[in-house]
């Protein structure tokens, strides 16, 4: 929903004449973005700005933060060592009018810092005057602000009235019993409206590089009983070799068709939506019945931001990643569990089942 005003205003400030860029911190949605409406140079990423900003203030007119949360504190690269300034005092020199979008549940990374605070106090810094405003409706899960804030309440993120899941909604939440039906559920759907439908996972298998022939390697390997194995692909790593016929970079994942036959993860559709998603949840985020509560074990992630940095947020950064998986969905949500137990506690949640 964010990104949709985004765009939005983007037309409508070109409209008027005045200069803009669009910038996040996604290198998918900005991929995809590039894309799509051609203009590359339009659409940036946060830390492309070092070098404007050493040079002095209100460079040009308006600069769109879209997904702001993804703001790191600096935007030093393997390539470059960016500015004498922290990444949110860059994009704020830059422009006249800085426009941010954020929203604090989609932070998954541990040296993403974008928050209002943060923007709010770095824009007085430069004696800027600020505008806040609260989106209180939004496009995401079917416009159902009762699905999101039902999700909120299952992961134990906000304790709200809405405990139970129902069809009202207008989000069809269904749990699999096994990973391949839901494989073939998402591909099914893909085929009535092209494009429609994607799968994804927590980050709790390595990723692997192409194989030397461009082809992908089966990282996501799940015994499911009865001699039963399902094997998948992740989305292809964009390293800058070769990829076989038929197979997109991780970045254009969401906008290749050739997308379905892959499993993303978080980095690749968060910002993005789809009519029908199918998760498969990790053994990364578990509910412990005996304790009442939710635990992060990040011993089971292969993402280097949990299982190497092991942030002290740990719990809140992994529940903020189902929550983004468990929102890209417009039509439909489509679980298969790892865990029975985190399986069971959803199921209590589900009225309809």
Not at 16 to 23: N, R
Not at 216 to 233: E, H, R, S
Not at 281 to 293: A, F, S, T, V
Not at 308 to 337: A, C, E, Q, S
Request: glycine letters at 8%.
């Amino acid at each position: 929903g964010k990104s949709v005003i985004a765009l939005k205003l983007m037309a409508e400030v070109m409209k008027e004449g005045y200069t803009v860029f669009h910038a996040t911190g996604s290198k998918a949605f900005t991929t995809t973005l590039r894309k799509i409406v051609g203009k590359s140079s339009l659409f940036r990423y946060f830390n492309s700005f070092s070098t404007d900003a050493e040079k002095g203030t209100d460079l040009f007119d308006v600069l769109i933060a879209d997904e702001a949360h993804r703001i790191r504190e600096r935007s030093n690269t393997r390539f470059s060592k960016g500015s004498s300034y922290p990444q949110i005092e860059e994009l704020i020199r830059v422009a006249r009018v800085g426009v941010f979008f954020l929203d604090p549940y989609q932070i998954v990374r541990p040296e993403e810092v974008g928050n209002s605070v943060l923007i709010e106090s770095t824009a007085r810094k430069y004696n800027a005057e600020v505008y806040k405003f609260t989106l209180k409706t939004q496009f995401r899960s079917n416009g159902s602000q009762e699905y999101i804030k039902w999700v909120d309440n299952l992961l134990g993120i906000e304790n709200n009235e809405v405990e139970y899941y129902t069809e009202s909604f207008g989000v069809e939440f269904k749990i699999f019993d096994d990973p391949e039906s839901l494989r073939q559920e998402i591909i099914a759907k893909n085929k009535q409206k092209p494009n429609s439908a994607r799968l994804v996972a927590g980050f709790c298998w390595k990723w692997s590089d192409p194989n030397p022939d461009g082809t992908l390697p089966q990282d996501i390997v799940i015994n499911y009983g009865n001699g039963k194995i399902f094997k998948a692909t992740w989305e292809a790593k964009d390293i800058g070799k070769k990829l076989a016929k038929g197979v997109p970079p991780a970045p254009l994942w969401a906008y290749d068709p050739a997308g379905v036959t892959q499993v993303g993860s978080i980095y690749t559709i968060q910002g993005f939506e789809f009519d029908y998603v199918g998760v498969i949840w990790c053994k990364d985020l578990i509910y412990n019945w005996e304790k009442g509560g939710w635990e992060a074990h990040p011993e089971n992630s292969a993402d280097p931001a949990i299982n190497k940095k092991k942030p002290k947020d740990v719990l809140d950064k992994l529940k903020n990643t189902y929550r983004v998986l468990l929102t890209r969905g417009r039509k439909g949500v489509y679980i298969y569990f790892l865990d029975s137990g985190t399986r069971a506690v959803s199921y209590t949640h589900l009225r309809a089942h």
